[in-house]
């Protein structure tokens, strides 16, 4: 091969590189959008299902007699149906104890009091959206994310909380519906960078543990 031929078919690679480079960087961009555009769609619609709940339960919240679950069954299962990314529905009281829910014996009380969206929200001065890092759950033993909203009673004082619960499992699919390639990972994280799901997984290793915040200096700098 004499020179110039060399130094073509270096110009060649390099710019094929580079190519490849920034084909990858937006499939990247495109996919982290998608999956923006997903999770964000679906916040807005547990949310917007929260509210319609909290307006039901306030309008109910008189009396514990009038809360005894056979006018919020209908509304539970109409907002199931409509989202099947929720998996449970529950109402707590003001003392923290869940005394209404779908799929759950009303028999065997749970306490919230140790939960931080629950200890947030009481003491919120207004009304925020709360969203759980991925917890177990107490009523179904895998973890969860907890949306959750506080009710008033009828003086605005805190009268308790509503929450929806989301296996994990629903962001799993959520990420698995995109094609990365044979090399691609894709990953969901909290605020703390702490490990939601990731796709691919690997639950037998360190990084792949749920709530694992191990990351490269570079990476947590963009969050700094």
């Not at 710019?15 to 960087?25: G, L, P, T, V, W």
Request: glycine fraction near 6%; charged fraction near 25%; proline fraction near 4%.
């Amino acid at each position: 091969m004499n020179l110039l031929a060399l130094v073509a078919s270096a110009y060649w690679l390099a710019q094929s590189k580079q190519q490849f480079i920034q084909s990858a960087e937006t499939h990247t961009r495109n996919i982290a959008g998608a999956v923006e555009r997903n999770l964000s769609a679906s916040v807005d619609k547990i949310d917007f299902a929260l509210l319609h709940l909290v307006d039901d339960v306030q309008r109910l919240a008189s009396s514990r007699n009038s809360m005894d679950g056979r006018s919020l069954n209908a509304a539970f299962a109409g907002m199931k149906a409509r989202l099947p990314e929720i998996e449970g529905l529950r109402v707590a009281d003001r003392e923290g104890r869940v005394f209404l829910g779908s799929g759950m014996d009303l028999s065997k009380p749970v306490s919230i009091t140790d939960r931080d969206y629950y200890q947030a929200l009481r003491a919120a001065k207004d009304h925020p959206l709360w969203i759980t890092k991925p917890v177990m759950g107490r009523l179904v033993k895998h973890p969860i994310v907890i949306f959750a909203r506080r009710y008033d009673d009828a003086r605005g004082n805190f009268a308790g909380v509503v929450f929806a619960t989301i296996a994990l499992d629903y962001f799993q699919h959520l990420l698995e519906r995109y094609d990365l390639g044979a090399q691609g990972t894709i990953i969901l994280r909290d605020l703390d960078l702490g490990l939601i799901v990731r796709n691919p997984p690997i639950p037998d290793q360190p990084s792949g543990q749920v709530g694992n915040s191990a990351v490269s200096n570079e990476f947590r700098k963009l969050f700094a």
